[in-house]
């Protein structure tokens, strides 16, 4: 057996951090820490999701989160399939309803949904029966990219609870953020977010986050250093003078990366703009587990997968 306890999360979708409990969040961690070992075995598959159906449904662009599904749905043996709004009836003008109520006809299990628009999976959890998993809506939620980042700093600390994390960047246009607020103010954890002022959201205190607007501060003290990247897509006009300028204010460097905790992690979502949130010589450096994110986010939506398919004793049995 692979999962040790039979469990299952209360709700029938992953639409966001925030309507989990604590003990849920717990749960998915531990399954993670699990299925990790999946990963390093010759044949990297189990045949939890045999004979259940995933559409992963991708109206923006994605390179980690959408090939993270795909590998996480592959290894639990489930059938997939890829939508993507450019190459479906989506260009023609179909609505995300008539879309969705046209997948739900080929009877799918799972709708992994990343939209433009703030709601949309919660809205299409309302109308289909299949499971919904928010792979990231506008820029309110990112709920599995929290739990991997969560995932990977437990890894290295063992306990979320007390953790100093700093968040710094492109805070006002990122799902990545909030749902990272959302998780670990939950787990016990103390959350710094680090922006130019047209940078950090309306209403940040409501978030239980300490707001800071210079990066320096922020680092004393820190166990984790989260850097983003400027969301220009999201953005009418620049809100700040260039890109130059704003590397040398809020860029993290070598140097300010030393006025962290000794050993402190450095991580990133990822897509990086190097040179404008990081310097390559942090991004490649020894204190970088950008790459092991990406790892763990297999394990991470595995869990998740195998959480909402119910947790069924049966199914994470060798193959
Ligand atoms: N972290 C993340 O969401 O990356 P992608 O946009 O490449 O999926």
């Not at 799918?108 to 928010?134: C, E, M, Q, Y």
């Not at 939620?141 to 990977?152: I, K, S």
């Amino acid at each position: 057996m692979v999962i040790e306890a039979a469990a299952a999360l209360s709700s029938k979708d992953l639409v966001g951090i925030a309507p989990l409990e604590a003990g849920e969040i717990q749960l998915l961690l531990d399954t993670a820490e699990q299925l990790l070992e999946v990963a390093r075995r010759p044949i990297k598959k189990v045949p939890t999701l045999r004979g259940m159906t995933v559409i992963n449904l991708f109206m923006e662009a994605s390179t980690r989160t959408r090939f993270s599904f795909e590998v996480a749905e592959k290894r639990l043996s489930a059938d997939t399939l890829n939508f993507s709004a450019s190459t479906s009836s989506v260009s023609k003008g179909e609505t995300l309803f008539d879309t969705a109520r046209n997948l739900m006809a080929m009877a799918p299990d799972f709708i992994v949904i990343r939209h433009p628009n703030t709601g949309a999976p919660h809205r299409l959890a309302h109308v289909v029966t299949a499971s919904v998993i928010n792979a990231g809506d506008g820029s309110n939620e990112h709920p599995t990219q929290a739990l991997l980042d969560a995932f990977t700093m437990r890894r290295h600390f063992g306990d979320l609870a007390g953790l100093k994390v700093v968040i710094a960047g492109d805070i006002r246009h990122s799902r990545v953020a909030r749902s990272n607020a959302f998780l670990l103010s939950k787990m016990g954890a103390e959350v710094r977010f680090v922006a130019p002022a047209s940078l950090l959201p309306p209403g940040v205190q409501e978030l239980g986050v300490k707001p800071f607007l210079r990066l320096e501060p922020a680092l004393e003290g820190a166990d984790v250093v989260m850097m983003l990247r400027i969301q220009m897509e999201r953005q009418k006009r620049m809100n700040f003078p260039s890109a130059r300028e704003y590397f040398d204010f809020f860029g993290l460097t070598p140097e300010r990366l030393k006025l962290a905790n000794e050993g402190a992690l450095v991580m990133h979502p990822g897509p990086m703009n190097r040179g404008v949130e990081i310097d390559s010589e942090v991004a490649d450096g020894d204190q970088s587990v950008i790459l092991e994110q990406v790892t763990n986010g297999v394990a991470i939506r595995m869990a998740i997968l195998y959480l909402l398919a119910g947790g069924r004793s049966d199914a994470a049995t060798d193959s």
